[in-house]
């Protein structure tokens, strides 16, 4: 199915062709590496009629953190699946010495929890502190 065709307005009949100095060249070539265009003409074109150029950048010092960040989420995940399947043991049998086992297993594993909880909260201070700061 192909597109419509542009409004003899919107058309664009005309051909443009210039030169640039190497300097600038790279300059445009470093704008286009970042920005959301995929070819050079499209970023010329958006410079000449003026139009906003939206340049993507990417903090790599917040790669890690995040990478971190996903680790500990999916371990506390995990923590709580084993708790939900330990609860589910524990309510499954009416003896009291298996309550207590099951008790005392997901009290264990409760405790492996917290100290990924303070790493998490340190990460997200740090984080506050980093972007929210003025």
Do not use: C
């Amino acid at each position: 199915m192909g597109r419509k065709p542009a409004s003899k307005a919107a058309a664009l009949t005309r051909e443009l062709k210039t030169r640039v100095t190497e300097a600038k060249f790279q300059e445009l070539h470093a704008i286009l590496k970042h920005s959301t265009h995929s070819e050079m003409s499209g970023l010329l074109r958006a410079i000449l009629m003026g139009q906003p150029i939206k340049v993507l950048t990417q903090d790599q010092s917040l790669s890690n953190v995040m990478e971190e960040l996903a680790r500990i989420r999916t371990e506390i995940r995990s923590i709580g699946v084993n708790i939900n399947q330990i609860t589910r043991l524990f309510n499954l049998y009416p003896e009291n010495h298996r309550k207590e086992f099951y008790a005392k297993t997901a009290f264990s594993t409760y405790e492996a929890l917290q100290p990924k909880i303070d790493r998490l909260l340190t990460l997200v201070s740090n984080l506050a502190i980093k972007w929210l700061s003025e």
